[in-house]
């Protein structure tokens, strides 16, 4: 396959280094593409093979001389989110295939552009939903599947960002709904994706509400940090900030946004308690799907942990999961929990409860990321995925439709239909 890569930045790296590392016999990167010049330099540096020409580089204005030169088969999309749909949409029109980021886009009309050009056109694409790979996870799928515990009735899940993860939403483009939909959109469509698929059924109505309640300027007077400046760099309250982000200390936050500001003044490390974020910290929403199973979901961006609680309770029983992923934030720095921190508990009526044992992995997100890219890039050398974990712009749309439902409940305090909301944009999806 030759595959173009547009956007970049931190995320890009993955899909680049498991093409030329793992993968180098079966595909190959043709083409980068960025709208800042630095980092797509940088990002052309690694990708390029000694004793070659390196790799062709496109500014974002020339990407339609990209497709036209390079002639990918597959256009890889790792932009902001708000830019996916134009990427996917002008691949798709010059004949290529996309696998894109999460999540597939950020609202409705974007929404539709999409699914109505995939319709026309026919192409194919797949939404990265890394999660979906994680053994832990995959393992409550087959155990829902199998009907373990009968009928899913309803759920309880609550999703828990620490103030290093949780804080870097409310540092770049992610702080304002136009670019990333908020969190309900942006991170959530992990959450609901799961859901979705763990539960085989698709969200039909969504009551939910949100505000900021700690990334505020209120919240920096309280934890003393008047006069703080708009931005780390350079910030006179920096050495006593926990939340002080040390890009000049880091090499890699140095190298792919400290040094390429100059190009296009996108600064990483504006202030987390700026009056001007727009985007929710504590979210809840309340959400009815298809085949009747109800499920309450909470997040939050600044917890004093990092993980996952969920419990799905059946006719037959329930299924408890925990994930800790980070114990805590000491002195800025993430102690990170071991593989043991994820449990799962089975618990059916009339017997005893049991400690499940937990499959794992090595890798990122939990040995995601290596088994998700092992299906992108080599399906054949992989065994049948009998969980049907591969996402489309289906999949993707459903994803998003609980976050665009939610954010549109908390703007109006109403409860919102998805299929009436769908119907009213002229949007037809798919199941
Ligand atoms: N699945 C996951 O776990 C996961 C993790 C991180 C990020 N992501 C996703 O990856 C995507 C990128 O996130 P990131 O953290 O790498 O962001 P980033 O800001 O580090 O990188 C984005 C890149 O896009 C470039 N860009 C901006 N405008 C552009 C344009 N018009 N044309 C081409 N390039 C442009 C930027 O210069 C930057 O290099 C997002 O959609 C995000 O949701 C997914």
Redesign the pocket.
């Known amino acids: 396959m030759k595959i173009a890569i ?9 899909f680049r280094d498991s093409v030329v590392e793992d993968y180098p016999e079966k595909h190959e990167i043709v083409a980068l ?4 010049a630095h ?2 330099n940088e ?1 052309a540096k690694a990708v390029s093979q000694p004793g070659t020409n390196g790799v062709a580089t496109y ?2 204005a020339d ?1 339609d001389r990209l497709i036209a030169e390079q002639k990918p088969d597959t256009v890889v ?5 708000f ?2 749909s ?2 996917i949409i002008r691949a798709f029109e010059a004949g290529c295939d996309v696998i ?4 597939l886009t950020i609202d409705l009309s974007r929404l539709k552009q999409i699914v109505d050009t995939q319709r026309r056109t026919g192409r194919k694409i797949k939404v ?4 979906r790979y994680s053994p832990a996870r995959t393992q409550i799928k087959e155990l829902i599947a199998s009907g373990t515990i009968g009928e899913v009735t309803a759920v309880d899940f609550r999703w828990h960002l620490d103030r290093v993860h949780g804080a870097d939403y409310f540092r ?3 702080r304002q709904k136009e670019n ?1 939909g908020g969190l309900l959109v ?1 991170k959530s ?2 959450h609901f994706d799961l859901l979705n698929w763990w539960l085989g059924t698709a969200p039909v109505e969504v009551l939910a509400s949100g505000r900021r309640a700690f990334y505020r300027p209120e919240m920096a007077v309280e934890l003393g940090l008047e006069g703080r400046g708009a931005r780390c760099t350079g910030c006179p309250v920096a050495a006593k900030c926990d939340f002080d982000l040390k890009m000049g200390e880091d090499a890699a936050l140095k190298s ?2 400290l040094d ?1 500001e100059a ?2 003044g ?1 600064f ?1 490390d504006l202030c987390v308690f700026d009056e001007e974020i727009g985007i929710e910290d504590t979210m809840q929403a309340h959400i009815r799907y298809a085949s009747g199973v109800t499920a309450n979901y909470t997040l939050t961006a600044y917890s004093p942990w990092e993980g996952l609680e969920i419990k799905f309770q059946g006719t037959k029983g329930e299924i408890t999961h925990r994930h800790v992923e980070v114990h805590g934030v000491f002195g800025g720095e993430r102690d990170h929990a071991d593989e043991d921190a994820i449990t799962t508990e089975l618990n059916l009526a009339g017997q005893k409860p049991v400690m499940l044992e937990v499959p794992k992995a090595k890798g ?2 939990g040995g995601a ?1 290596p088994v998700m890219l092992g299906y992108i890039f080599d399906p054949e050398g992989m065994e049948p995925d009998r969980f049907g974990r591969a996402s489309d712009h289906v999949a993707g749309a459903w994803s998003i439709l609980t976050g665009i439902a939610a954010n549109a409940s908390i703007e109006t305090g109403s409860l919102v239909n998805i299929p009436s909301m769908l119907r009213s944009r002229g949007i037809h999806i798919g199941a």
């Open positions: 547009v956007g970049c930045g931190s995320r890009h790296k993955m593409c960025d709208s800042n980092r797509l990002a500014l974002a990407f999309v790792a932009t902001p989110d830019l996916h134009d990427y894109c980021e999460k999540p990265t939903f890394n999660y770049r483009w992610h990333s942006h469509t992990h792919l946004y390429a190009d296009d996108y990483r990122h997100h990321d």
